[in-house]
T-cell receptor, first 117, second 109 residues
Framework: GAVVSQHPSRVICKSGTSVKIECRSLDFQATTMFWYRQFPKQSLMLMATSNEGSKATYEQGVEKDKFLINHASLTLSTLTVTSAHPEDSSFYIC?????????????FGDGTRLSIL | KNEVEQSPQNLTAQEGEFITINCSYSVGISALHWLQQHPGGGIVSLFMLSSGKKKHGRLIATINIQEKHSSLHITASHPRDSAVYICAALETSGSRLTFGEGTQLTVNP
């Protein structure tokens, strides 16, 4: 069964709305979670690395004020797309790795398809 | 040139055929992942390997560290194997994954 739960799976909302996406590790602790964005027919693009109890590390070109990341506990990270616009429409997916174990695979959520009208 | 390259980009096979997807990388890695992404978007980690060969059911993954090359094989392919297969290199410098472009596999009955 899934070890990383991502919610919601699909969001359709109006331009200007802020949207929060949750990523939970279900049966393990994850000090580090990753947020990716995927455009159609393209591979995953890392947006930011979410670290429990500290600020996220954003990739170059990703606006930290636009994509707010909070990793308040060892099992939950959230990505908030603030004042979303149609160009933010995309597939967002998170992944998590077990705490303090570097040779464990990353487990991925099922993704969130965001559509901004 | 991408740091992780996959071939082929698209692959169509008949049910029962043996399938090979290749991945070459140019970065230093601590491990390489093979991932499966279904049409709905969810991603499943199939293998993580740093040397040799791993097998799980009809799936086999191999890696040659010296040649910086990995392959994913599917024996006795089935239509339910239709998905995008992605290789991802876990860089030695940190925890980030570098992804290949993916291979769209379609297995026809």
């Amino acid at each position: 069964g899934a070890v990383v739960s991502q919610h919601p799976s699909r969001v359709i909302c109006k331009s200007g709305t802020s949207v929060k996406i949750e990523c939970r590790s279900l049966d393990f602790q994850a000090t580090t979670m990753f947020w990716y964005r995927q455009f159609p027919k393209q591979s995953l693009m890392l947006m930011a690395t979410s670290n429990e109890g500290s600020k996220a590390t954003y990739e170059q070109g990703v606006e930290k004020d636009k994509f707010l990341i909070n990793h308040a506990s060892l099992t939950l990270s959230t990505l908030t797309v603030t004042s979303a616009h149609p160009e933010d429409s995309s597939f967002y997916i998170c992944s998590a790795r077990r705490w303090a174990v570097s040779n464990q695979p990353q487990h991925f959520g099922d993704g969130t398809r965001l559509s901004i009208l | 040139k991408n740091e992780v390259e996959q071939s082929p980009q698209n692959l169509t096979a008949q049910e029962g055929e043996f399938i090979t997807i290749n991945c070459s990388y140019s970065v230093g890695i601590s491990a390489l992942h093979w991932l499966q992404q279904h049409p709905g978007g969810g991603i499943v980690s199939l293998f993580m390997l740093s040397s040799g060969k791993k097998k799980h059911g009809r799936l086999i993954a191999t890696i040659n560290i010296q040649e910086k090359h990995s392959s994913l094989h599917i024996t006795a392919s089935h239509p339910r194997d239709s998905a995008v297969y992605i290789c991802a290199a876990l860089e030695t410098s940190g925890s980030r994954l570098t992804f290949g472009e993916g291979t769209q596999l379609t297995v026809n009955p």
